[in-house]
């Protein structure tokens, strides 16, 4: 008796930053992403901040460019969002049914947001926690300012946009369809990007909390260039040369002046990141041995400082690592430059959002549901 060949087809998802736009091309077979493309082309200065399109002409010029580097004929596109200004939380609300909830969304997110529910795009996912007189929902929203002009970017290019998520999502669908079953009952992500660091938790394979912090890679480069008076390129090539884990050892920061301007501002970010994670508890508390954060997984620009895992892990008490896309079997590295799979921290968005539809039809990891978890702690 054959088995039926898993169902081919081909992906497309772009990730607009604040430096660059990366673009991935490939093909998921069933459950597994060959990338057959990952592009990434620069962006000037100014023109995203903080997630929003601050010169459309620029960064559509810029995705034609990339676009056309490609060279596929694909148009349907995974797109993803990101900025301060985006909103994901878990919320308990009364409980109903989900068509109920969908007609009062609106309504209900307006006790969440920082301006009128109007002005945001918002979606939801009922979780599998709560009671019978609450439900928990993951409550997400995009301010329109910052999601349309994305969406009519991608269709002046000729694209058909399928999906528009928040980065953190994509991202966690990385680092679940890489680890899988592996992974703890909670852990947390660390984006260091350009502008800001953006912390994640996720407690049984859910998203519930992300926090910005603004301190990023563009901070330790600005720090190097304002000090010693490098140009841009130095100061990149200088933090570049940093190894984190030397702060370690006592007596070597003293003896490398930009690795001792930068120690602060990394401790200080840490402290940060420390403080969302005791937020995270406090609202979470640990039932016994489950909901302790166990491991930390940075990705993204800045995670390329070496030695920063060993820092991090040193400072915060907690199991870090890099998140690498490339370590398992799900994401195929087919026609990926070696430099890029070397530098995979950051391809971990991109790359998730082309999971999507293979996300979409079974999801990498299951939730414990209350019974399977007593079995679990039972074993």
């Known amino acids: 008796m054959s088995r039926r060949a898993a169902r081919t087809e081909s992906v497309l998802a772009l990730d607009i930053g604040t430096t660059s736009i990366k673009l991935c091309a490939g093909v998921l077979q ?19 901040r903080e997630g929003t399109i601050l010169d459309p002409d620029t960064v559509y010029k810029a995705l034609r460019t990339t676009l056309a580097s490609v060279g596929v004929h694909q148009k349907k596109v995974m797109l993803s969002v990101g900025g301060p200004q985006t909103t994901a939380r878990p919320v308990r609300l009364p409980r109903m049914t989900p068509e109920t909830l969908q007609k009062s969304i609106q309504f209900e997110a307006t006790r969440y947001l920082p301006s009128a529910a109007e002005e945001h795009l918002i979606g939801f996912q009922i979780l599998p926690s709560g009671s019978e007189e609450q439900m928990e929902v993951l409550l997400v929203a995009a301010p329109r300012s910052t999601a349309e002009p994305l969406l009519e970017l991608a269709e002046k290019a000729g694209l058909d946009p399928q999906l528009l998520e928040l980065q953190p999502f994509a991202a966690l669908r990385t680092l679940q369809a890489v680890y899988g079953a592996s992974l703890p009952y909670a852990y947390a992500l660390v984006d260091l990007g350009g502008e800001h660091t953006q912390i994640t938790v996720a407690r049984n394979t859910t998203l519930v909390l992300t926090r910005f912090i603004p301190i990023a890679s563009n901070t330790f480069t600005a720090a190097l260039r304002g000090y010693f008076n490098y140009t841009q390129e130095e100061a990149e090539q200088v933090k570049r040369s940093l190894n984190l884990s030397d702060l370690i050892h006592t007596g070597q920061p003293q003896e490398n002046p930009p690795l001792r301007l930068i120690q602060p501002i990394i401790d200080e970010l840490i402290r940060e990141i420390r403080r969302s994670l005791n937020y995270y508890q406090s609202q979470y508390p640990s039932q016994g041995n489950r909901g302790a954060i166990e491991q930390l997984y940075l990705y993204g620009g800045g995670a390329q400082m070496q030695g920063i895992a060993t820092y991090f892990e040193h400072k915060l008490g907690i199991p870090a690592r ?15 430059h070696p430099e890029q799979i070397e530098s995979g921290v950051r391809w971990a968005t991109v790359l998730g959002s082309a999971l999507a539809p293979a996300e979409a039809a079974q ?17």
């Open 363 to 379: 999801p990498f990891v299951e939730p414990l549901t209350e019974e399977t978890s007593t079995l679990t702690q039972a074993a």
């Open 322 to 336: 890099l998140l690498d896309p490339f370590s398992g079997e799900t994401i195929e590295p087919k026609n990926v």
């Open 30 to 48: 069933g459950r597994q992403l060959r990338v057959e493309r990952l592009v990434e082309t620069p962006l000037p200065h100014d023109a995203v």
